[in-house]
């Protein structure tokens, strides 16, 4: 059973910093390429960063390029995402999410549609 519990997530000011991360009690982060996304209020779901299953192949979308990076720790069966230099606009709900079928362990996913298992999303506020 995957379970993916995000945190990390608070109000920051802008040009702050935060990590979120990105926990399973199981191997999925060794097992699944996995990826972060976050949802505004009245917006659709937007693609943040992706990891590749081996870890070694990372992908982020142009709003965040440069000041947001994604990693895993997969001893601690973990997913983090550095966000770094905070602008209001990245005010949302961030969700982690894992592919959950296998694939090559250089492919990174970059469409919601692509990932199964989803966690219950941490609010990310930034004031300016």
């Known amino acids: 059973q995957v379970q993916l519990v995000e945190s990390g997530g608070g109000l920051m000011q802008a040009g702050g910093s935060l990590r979120l991360s990105c926990a399973d009690s199981?191997?999925?982060?060794?097992?699944?390429?996995m990826g972060w996304f976050r949802q505004a209020p009245g917006k659709e779901r937007a693609f943040l960063a992706a990891i590749s299953r081996s870890g070694s192949i990372t992908h982020y979308g142009d709003s965040v390029k440069g000041r947001f990076t994604i990693s895993r720790d997969a001893g601690k069966n973990t997913v983090y995402l550095q966000m770094n230099s905070l602008k209001p606009e990245d005010t949302a709900v961030y969700f982690c999410?894992?592919?959950?079928?296998?694939?090559?362990?250089?492919?990174?996913?970059?469409?919601?549609?692509?990932?199964?298992?989803w966690g219950q999303g941490t609010q990310v506020t930034v004031s300016s």
């Open positions: 199981g191997r999925t982060v060794r097992t699944y390429a």
């Open positions: 999410a894992a592919t959950g079928f296998g694939s090559e362990s250089w492919r990174v996913f970059l469409s919601a549609s692509e990932y199964i298992y």
